[in-house]
């Protein structure tokens, strides 16, 4: 652990933290999600070996994924190559445009939403400007207009009911 | 208020005669909601309904597959529908007999938040055992039971098969042990690899094996003995009342114009009068019996009444 | 020869020029709509469904194969482009196909997928041509404690799939394993890990998975690379046909992972993707081209698309003798077979010979003529990589959300999606691969309902899994692949222990 610390101190002053740093996060995430298990499969029951309760199945991956986030945590912090460096802005980008498409598609219609949702994901590259992009949203949405709608005939509204 | 009932019984008395007019109810197109994932019997009889609504009635239908959470993602989602007859479900005792005892947080009411329309048939289960085990008889069946156990498939929790089960335990006095599988077409290959004494499943479906000698009926659920299989006896002669079958039938959201519900009745009766459509449901083991929309709504309350005291023993919500 | 004599029969019948039409049609289909990131077979049959009434019974069966193995082939180039994975089989095309396509060879990735699919799928023809009988009996001697040994099998496979660290790839089907675990249990219906969410009632629907964890995460990192120039390699887009070496270092593989995936399609549920996981995880070791493997090997494009293809011919079998459908899609075959009152079961090969014959002509067929259709299409595909990323990837997020949408017409699934590629690329900044993640959350629910079910016939006895011949020898087997994979694992890290100077990468 004071090696660790001691490696992340060193780091700090350079660009990339190192990848020890993000490597025991997932181990972590990974360890209290299958903790989350353990527990839920308990609250539900394990059951005898016979009639294996509804619980017994998540406790025996929970410990077992519980164990192997351990040794990954372990491993990890041994890792001293440089992390990813996260693109923060595309992460939000590329959740909003799955969010707008899920906000709108049933309420102003698949041809709208499709709209809004090309728009939302065009967002984080300024390499194409904002004409562009009104004009790729406007592509997009009335291709996948004709392509889903038209010609494999999925049971979406192109448009807001008028009712 | 009062008006209003008395318009819509009214308009019902002069709708009185039989499929009086049988057509187009509406200019949009009609969306049939089906509880099940494509390619299973009940998408196939929407997908029948849909094509005879087109070509004899000028009906445009489409066939809207919303599986999931034993049929209430279905239910739920028709319940909040305009009721204007474009959104019609084709309801079974999942969503509409089943679940409104398993589940007690049941996001709609099966009877308050549906028009039920018209009833279109129902297949029969039958209880099936090994050929080789020399049972040929219930009486066969409640000793094999008691001396060394009996272990039957069905095709999942709180399916009808399940339920039925359920029934004949309460109704025979044994007990026997309950494996559930994910469709009835599992369970019989594991009954088929000797894995399991006995299955419950739809006595259509087993025609070949019944033929090829590789399965034995033992009796059959329904109210009388089915035309096809003349001569498998029924529970009910056996001196034990077990009736449960599986039902299909169109409902839509609640509050829908009763003359519009009389067309949408007289039009799938009219379908179902059709020589190939009566052929095509032969060969998915459904007979259909004709109800009035009043009939099938009592039907409907009428199965949740009586099953609900097996699906609570067969306590299909854990536990 | 009486097979030969039915082949020669049943190939009469596939060549019937309507039948031709049909099956020419079902492939074209399947290929266009399997290429929708999302859009898989399932939703391919279900749209050319309602054609199929107006069809003979042979006909109707002859597109709707052309239609599943068409989306199959499809799936892949959406793997091979753009990463996104529409079954867990070809999740595993990715590991190779997708850093082939980075490195301007994606031409020569489309090639390898296009043969290795033929060549699978003549393999799984004659297997299922010969062996049908013996296949279906195969499948009879398999109860729930065979299922649970095969599956584990599968899943210590997947393990290895992963390039990274064992430990991660094992954690992930760890992981996988456990997140199959939400929504109704099956044995008891007691709901589990749900929040009350009756959507989640069912679990998560696999194509969310897949399509958050690779398709959207992936994008996530794409975005910033890809306005930065790095991805701009050279692409020869004439050349997609593989070098003589290439030609050469294909052939074992393809003929490998046939093999594989035949004796695995025959189990019904678990043959694909057992099939495609076991078949790379052995490639990897025995290849002399092993140390490329997850870094643009053409075999380890070959040997899954081969293994998953054979096992689609051979997952037929069970679908028609014993009517155990292995897939949704499967599930759907049995439904059209339904309409024309054919049941399916032992007598289907006796009674509909002429139809069952004909399928396995058909398949011959349909699978030449999707490598007529596909190599001169590969051009075609190719260039889509030319337009530039700004215009792609919003179009593909569009997709994926319809793609999504689409599987239930519920928007639930679009926020799912959300959370699971937002997971996925968080597990790409901590170097998890998605993959055995996967194959784990696939295989989790088939091995928990095995096992319980194996217990509760064995009456609570455990040891039934090492003394029924067939499991114990499974059992075995995986657990000396356990051993050697650990064995290596020390090895190479006493070895890296003895050179201290290891460079950082």
Redesign the interface.
């Known amino acids: 652990m004071r090696e660790f610390l001691l490696r992340l101190q060193q780091h700090a002053k350079e660009k990339h933290a190192p990848h020890a740093y993000f490597g025991a996060l997932g181990g972590a995430g990974f360890l209290v999600l299958s903790i989350i298990f353990i527990v839920g499969g308990f609250e539900l029951g394990v059951g005898s070996p016979r009639r294996l309760g509804t619980g017994a199945f998540p406790v025996i991956t929970g410990f077992i994924l519980a164990l192997l986030s351990m040794g990954v945590i372990a491993a990890d912090l041994r890792d001293t190559t440089d992390a990813e460096k996260p693109d923060w802005i595309s992460f939000v980008a590329i959740g909003g445009a799955l969010a707008v498409f899920a906000l709108t598609v049933g309420r102003i219609g698949l041809v709208p939403g499709i709209f809004l949702t090309t728009i939302t994901a065009s967002l984080p590259d300024p390499s194409l400007r904002f004409p562009g992009k009104l004009g790729l949203a406007a592509l997009v949405s009335l291709a996948c207009w004709g392509l889903f709608i038209g010609l494999i005939g999925l049971p979406f509204d192109a448009f807001m009911r008028l009712n | 208020m009062k008006h209003l009932l008395a318009l819509g019984a009214a308009s019902l008395l002069f709708a009185a005669p039989a499929y009086a007019d049988p057509g187009k109810w509406t200019d949009e197109p009609v969306r049939i909601v089906v509880t099940f994932p494509p390619g299973g019997t009940s998408d196939l009889i929407a997908r029948v309904l849909a094509q005879y609504f087109e070509s004899e009635f000028g009906q445009k239908a489409v066939v809207d597959n919303r599986p999931g959470a034993g049929g209430t993602v279905s239910a739920d989602f028709v319940a909040d529908q305009d009721p204007d007859g474009t959104t019609l479900i084709l309801g079974n005792n999942a969503p509409f007999t089943i679940a409104p005892t398993q589940f007690e947080d049941l996001p709609y009411d099966p009877m308050g938040d549906f028009t039920h329309i018209a009833y279109l048939g129902a297949s029969t289960p039958a209880l099936f055992v090994q050929p080789s085990s020399g049972i040929t008889s219930l009486e066969g069946y409640i000793e094999r039971a008691n001396t060394d156990g009996i272990t039957y498939g069905s095709s999942g929790v709180g399916s009808i098969t399940h339920i039925l089960g359920q029934a004949v335990d309460v109704s025979l006095g044994i007990e026997q042990i309950h494996v559930p599988y994910q469709g009835s077409a599992p369970a019989i290959q594991d009954f088929r690899a000797g894995v399991l004494e006995a299955y419950y499943d739809m006595v259509a479906l087993n025609g070949d094996l019944i033929t090829e000698g590789e399965t034995q009926p033992i009796a059959l659920a329904s109210p009388e003995r089915s035309p096809l299989f003349p001569e498998i006896p029924t529970f009910r002669e056996l001196g034990h009342d077990i009736v449960i079958e599986n039902w299909t039938g169109v409902s839509g959201p609640a509050g829908m114009d009763p003359e519009m519900v009389q067309t949408i009745h007289d039009t799938i009766e009219a379908i179902m009068q059709m020589e190939p459509v009566i052929e095509q449901l032969a060969k998915f083991g459904i007979a259909h019996t004709e109800m009035s929309s009043e009939e099938f709504t009592s039907f409907v309350d009428g199965t949740i009444t009586t099953w609900a005291p097996l699906i609570k023993a067969a306590n299909v919500n854990g536990g | 020869m009486d097979i030969l004599y039915s082949f020669g029969n049943g190939l009469l019948v596939a060549l019937e020029p309507a039948n031709l039409l049909y099956c020419f049609v079902g492939v074209f289909l399947g290929t266009f ?1 399997g290429v929708l990131p999302g ?1 898989g077979s ?2 391919a ?3 050319i ?2 054609l199929t ?1 107006y069809l003979e019974p042979t006909s109707a069966l002859v597109m709707i194969a052309g239609v599943y193995y068409g989306a199959e082939y499809g799936g892949s180039i959406a793997s091979i482009l753009m990463n996104i994975p529409g079954t867990p089989s070809s999740s595993i095309t990715c590991i190779d196909g997708y850093p082939m396509a980075r490195d301007g060879r994606a031409g020569i990735a489309l090639f390898a997928s296009a043969i290795a699919s033929f060549g699978g799928g003549i393999m799984g023809m004659i297997v299922m041509a010969i062996l049908a009988p013996a296949l279906a009996q195969l ?6 404690t065979e299922y649970f040994a095969v599956i584990l099998l599968g899943l210590v496979a997947a393990s290895a799939v992963s390039n990274g ?1 064992p ?2 790839g ?2 992930m089907v ?2 996988g ?2 997140f199959g ?1 939400v929504g ?10 749900t929040m ?1 969410v ?2 989640l ?2 679990g998560v629907h696999l194509v969310i998975v897949a399509m958050g964890l690779f398709g ?1 995460g992936e ?3 794409s ?2 690379a ?2 930065k120039g790095e991805h701009d390699n050279e692409i020869d887009y004439a050349n997609f046909y593989p070098s003589k070496a290439e030609w050469k270092a294909m052939v074992a593989p393809i003929f490998r992972g046939s093999g594989i995936g035949s004796f695995f399609g025959a189990l ?2 678990t043959g694909q993707t057992v099939a495609s996981a076991v078949a790379y995880a052995i490639e990897k070791k025995v290849s002399p081209n092993r140390a490329k493997f997850g870094k643009g090997a053409i075999e380890g494009v070959a040997v899954p698309e081969a293994a998953n293809n054979s096992a689609t011919q051979t997952a037929f079998i ?1 679908t028609l003798t ?4 292995g897939s ?1 899609s499967m ?6 077979l ?4 054919i ?1 399916p ?3 289907l090969l006796v009674d509909h010979a002429d139809l069952f014959w004909g399928l396995v002509a058909s398949f011959l067929i349909g699978n030449v003529l999707l490598l007529i259709l596909n190599i001169p299409l590969i051009g075609l595909w190719v260039k889509l990589l030319k337009i ?4 792609m ?3 593909i ?6 793609g999504v ?2 599987l ?4 639930f699934d ?2 799912l ?2 959370v699971f ?2 997971a996925g ?8 691969e998605p993959a055995p993640f996967l194959i784990g959350f696939v295989l ?1 629910p088939m091995m ?2 095995q ?3 194996a ?3 064995s ?2 006895d ?1 040891t039934v899994f090492l003394t029924r011949p067939i499991s114990g020898t499974l059992i075995v087997i995986t657990a000396l692949l356990l051993v050697y994979a650990f064995y290596s694992a020390m090895r190479q890290r006493r070895a890296g222990q003895n050179s201290p100077s290891t460079p ?2």
């Open positions: 709509i859009i399932m939703a049959i279900s749209m469904l309602p009434f499948a009879l001697n398999f109860g729930p660290s430990i991660k094992i954690a760890a992981a394993l456990m675990t109704v249990d099956i044995t008891t219906g007691a709901e589990r890990f009350g009756p959507e009632r069912d959207v994008l996530i990192v975005i910033r890809n306005a019904p549920g069970p014993l009517g155990v459908p949704a599930a759907l075959v049995i439904g059209a339904m309409m024309y009152g049941v079961g032992p007598r530039p990323y700004r215009y990837y919003p179009t997020i569009v997709l994926i959300c319809v949408y689409s239930n017409n519920n928007v679009v926020w999606t959300l590629g937002w690329y968080l597990m790409r900044l901590f170097r998890f989790g928990e309902e096992l319980r079910r217990m509760l016939l009456r609570g455990a950082e990468a």
